[in-house]
C-alpha cells in the first residue's frame, strides 16, 4: 500500500498532534507492528509493543512539545524527514528541571501506510535557560 504524499503528510500532521496532545494511542495507531525505533541515545527498541512500553513512561509526564520546523516528503520511497525541536524540563542531570530546547531530525520510513522505522537524531548542543550546553561523553 502506498500512500499519496496528501495522504501521507495529513497521517504525518495527526501523529505530531498527538505527540503534542500526550495521547500515546494515537501516536501508536501510525506504528507498524514491526517498528525499529532507533533514539538519539543509540538505543534500539523492535516491535509496537515494546515501543508502546518504553515510551508510557514519557506520556506521563506531559510536559513535553514536539515543534516542526521543517518536512520532507518523498512519495515514491514512501519516507518523511522532518526536523523538529523538543521543549521540555532537561534530564540532563547538572540541569534538572530546567528548560531544555533540543534540536534534531526525524527520518521516518513508511511500510502499508504505518511507520516501520523510526531513526532519531539530536543536536549534541542544547538551550537550557536559554543558554548553550554541550552534551558530553560518559
Not at 541515545?41 to 506521563?60: C, H, P, Q, Y
Not at 518523511?80 to 534540536?103: C, D, G, M, Q, V
Request: charge should be negative.
Amino acid at each position: 500500500m502506498s500512500l499519496s504524499r496528501a495522504e501521507i503528510l495529513s497521517r504525518f500532521n495527526v501523529w505530531l498532534m498527538a505527540w503534542n496532545e500526550y495521547d500515546l494511542d494515537g501516536v501508536m495507531e501510525l506504528m507498524h507492528e514491526d517498528i525499529v525505533f532507533e533514539n538519539w541515545d543509540g538505543s534500539v527498541i523492535s516491535g509496537k509493543t515494546a515501543l508502546t512500553r518504553s515510551w508510557a513512561m514519557w506520556f506521563r509526564h506531559r510536559d513535553f512539545k514536539f515543534v516542526q520546523e521543517d518536512l520532507f516528503i518523498d512519495e515514491e520511497a514512501q519516507k518523511i524527514a522532518f526536523t523538529w525541536h523538543l521543549e521540555w524540563p532537561s534530564p540532563e542531570k547538572k540541569y534538572s528541571e530546567k528548560k531544555e530546547i533540543r534540536r534534531g531530525v526525524d527520518i521516518l520510513h513508511l511500510l502499508e501506510g504505518k511507520i516501520d522505522k523510526k531513526n532519531t537524531y539530536s543536536k549534541t548542543i542544547l538551550e537550557i535557560n536559554s543558554v548553550p550546553v554541550s552534551l558530553c561523553a560518559v
